[in-house]
């Protein structure tokens, strides 16, 4: 398993287009994709569990990815997240 801490830049947070689109991009990978916020623990491949997580601008989450393609996913979705999620 591997992890990293991201800031959270989208200027909304994760509200449903964002979501959405880490949803889709952390399906691309086989490993299981979850990730921590204030003591809970989501699943990136949900659009619920993500929109659920009320994550805002400026927030910190911990990614974590584990299977086979664990590193490529993590390195892909931290660099997704720190692009904006599609929106900037």
Request: hydrophobic share 35%; with cysteine.
């Amino acid at each position: 398993m591997v992890s990293q801490t991201v800031t959270i830049t989208n200027p909304t947070g994760l509200h449903l287009r964002p979501a959405g689109n880490l949803c889709k991009e952390a399906m691309k990978f086989k490993c299981h994709v979850t990730f921590g916020y204030r003591g809970n623990t989501a699943n990136a491949k949900s659009v619920l569990s993500v929109l659920g997580a009320c994550i805002k601008n400026g927030d910190e989450i911990t990614l974590q990815c584990d299977g086979e393609d664990e590193e490529e996913a993590l390195k892909t979705l931290v660099a997704f997240v720190e692009s904006g999620l599609g929106e900037n």
